[in-house]
């Protein structure tokens, strides 16, 4: 139970910032900041990533991703006898450098996964299973493990939660019209 206990709260600074631009686009004042992330460059006549990736997406994403990081970390020092299922090693770890980590992996991940759609034509807001779901996992891993390692079972565990929460999620969304498909 431990280790799904903080397999969610290890990596939720991660969703956090994988969330945050969606949130960020419904803002009234902050929707004129949408300047794609790739400035419109083309490689070859296909953009590379698209309209949906952006500035404003990418900095929502990685304060909001570093925030959680940094409560989190407050909510530990400050209750830890409620959060008991937190490792020590954890504890060692900069929350700001640990969440900007995690925030950049995600949102790179995304980026990739972007690229590779526009590359297969796939239409920007058209879903592509499997990859929407874990883009943002795997980008979110692999940047934090530059600060700390776990086992591959927590790694393991980290996907299955986090794709399965992503998931859920999507569909949550589609049925509060902030997303024009269920996944």
């Known amino acids: ?41 083309k490689m070859g006549n296909t953009r590379i990533l698209g309209d949906h990736k952006t500035w404003r997406g990418l900095i929502a994403g990685l304060f909001f991703g570093t925030l959680t990081a940094v409560v989190q970390f407050f909510l530990v020092l400050q209750f830890p006898e409620i959060f008991s299922f937190v490792p020590q090693g954890y504890m060692f770890a900069n929350p700001i450098l640990l969440g900007l980590l995690l925030s950049f992996g995600a949102l790179f991940g995304d980026m990739i996964k972007s690229y590779f759609k526009r590359q297969f034509a796939i239409p920007e807001g058209k879903s592509w299973l499997g990859f929407d779901q874990s883009d943002y996992v795997v980008g979110g891993l692999v940047c934090s493990s530059l600060l700390l390692s776990f086992s591959p079972v927590l790694y393991l565990t980290v996907i299955i939660e986090w794709i399965s929460i992503h998931l859920v999620a999507s569909y949550i969304g589609y049925l509060l019209a902030l997303k024009s498909q269920p996944i």
């Open 1 to 41: 139970m431990q280790l799904i206990l903080f397999g969610l709260w290890f990596f939720l600074p991660a969703g956090a910032a994988n969330v945050a631009p969606i949130l960020a686009a419904k803002i009234p004042g902050l929707r004129k900041f949408s300047y794609p992330f790739d400035c419109y460059v």
